[in-house]
């Protein structure tokens, strides 16, 4: 998946609850090693911004922890779970990882696709839905797998997935976030 930090950069900077959530993650770490705690401290970033790290996210923390800008970068490009841009309001990542795709995650994704109208790293134009393809999540077992912002949704067909889907836009089934 190609990454790109955007130009749009609106000013970022923590909350009073989520400073002192930070205090208390660092409290974790050696002070000696604050940049230990870049992980949590992009997700706290990500979920105050709506979902996405800005750069203006990125220099904060990196100012917090006392890193280089572009070691936060090239952390927050590695890892799949941070956006580097602006998401719909519910984030389908579709695993594409071996178990998942021999039971069925290639007919999800085109049912998803297809019914939504729109490709993968794209979001439909009412701003529902982001499409993302992922690794493994972990759910092997329950193959395919689609996590919906914070929850799982497994055991997925064609037709299930988009039941969800229109569950979701109708609001009777909401995706933690
Ligand atoms: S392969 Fe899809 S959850 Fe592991």
Redesign the pocket.
Known sequence: MKYQLLEIDPLFTFNTGNMAEIEKILLKYPSSFPQSAVLPLLDIAQRQNSGWLCKSALDEVAKILHMPFMQVYEIATFYSMYNLKPTGKYLLQF???????L?G?DDVELACKKHLGVGMDETTQDGMFTLKQV???????????VQINDDYY?NLNKDSVVELLENLRRGDVTGTR
């Open positions: 695993c594409r990882t071996t178990p998942c795709w039971k995650a690794e493994c999540l972990g759910a092997c077992v329950h193959a395919p797998v497994e």
